[in-house]
């Protein structure tokens, strides 16, 4: 494996099928799903909680990556929201991306979007923190 | 299977193994999630991207109940925020519950909440729009 | 002055004229705005920079009523989301309340909702943050 | 005034005091405002609710300049969801731009932030309605 491509680590990564990338060197954490037909809702089209799920990784990964290059110090999701731009289909492969806009020692706050290919899916922004020290294992 | 009760409809649901409760008759979809070692983060707590999923599915079919009650009139997810208040484990089982707080014809707002016992996990607040009839299949 | 009404505190208070309320005892604070043609936007309607003003009251006193009754302890607001339900009018009474759904020492959720009359303006969720007591004066 | 400035339109604008740029010519509306006093909250910073209405000023006109250069095609905010940053203050100019990420004939996704100088105060995400032409007088 890579240096910085994070594969089947957590239960939730292995269901869904994802891979996480800390490796690109530019502070922004890429997390990128092959979509199928376990990935659909009614419409036929991927479930906007998969959708979220891409980009909460994403998006927590890239707030990691503001302590340090290992994208593993832990923070927690505390709010996101996600604006839904068009859908997308099995076969098609989600990209989803991270983007550090501000905050301080425990708080940052961070942005994404996810395309498959060129069509821009959803958007979101969230607000993240970070686990104290003395509470990680 | 009970009338309102609806089980492995979609991929998503077959995956992640959610049951949805349009039947009761409230007006408020209802979506349970039995959460095992599949759905957990590097925190060993549920991933964002579950309590997300969970919550768009109770939102949404809560969205398809103001037309009917079957809950399956078509909607989409337009937008979504979700803020995290207290993480659940393996062996927790989630119920996520929708409630319609207004819109018109074609857009909708929901709000609501999941909770794993007593313990409120996550709210959401969320813009549904409903599938124009003629993009129906 | 009433127990637990604040006029006039500071400078946006004096320029938009709302009045705050955290003395109910109920946990939750109020902010209320007569609607002047000095609140509309193009369309003769409320802006929605005022409407979020008033909910951006509510919420953060409701959060400062986390602390003491006095409603004046200080707090940040991190991210606020605001749906726009309906439109409200000059010669309108908004009526904003904030409710606390969870938190700890530092950061709190609060949601809330503003009405004129009946009618269901606007929802709101944000996310606060105490400010810490030495950066207080 | 100079092709694109819009002054003074509205009974908020006037109150204020915010500048409405819709003339750059790339898609792009901006809203500027010189902080005074009346601006101000309890922790001598900028009101949350000054920084939304700015923000929701640059984002909606973004939306209208999706229609036409005018800038002035009637739009409603549904959705709108801030971040607040950092702090600004009494003296300091606010600079909002929106950026429109995507949507269809009724209902566009803009994005924007706003600065103080080279500091970045608060980004916003938004979800806006067409007004249909049939209710504009």
New interface residues.
Partial sequence: MSAGIIKG????Q???GYVLDVGRGDGRARCRLRL????????GAV????V??????AL?ATASLSVDDTG?A?F????????????AY?GDVLDAVGLL???GRS?V?V?GEVRAGET?IA?A?G?F?R?PQERVR
Wanted: no cysteine; hydrophobic share 35%; net charge negative.
């Fill in positions: 680590e957590t239960g939730t292995r269901l869904l199928t037909d376990d990935h659909t809702n009614r419409h479930h906007g909680g998969i979220a799920s891409v980009l909460d990784n927590g593993m832990p927690l999701t505390v709010s996101m929201t996600v604006n839904f731009l068009a859908p099995a806009r501000g905050g708080t706050f942005e821009l958007t922004t607000v923190k686990v």
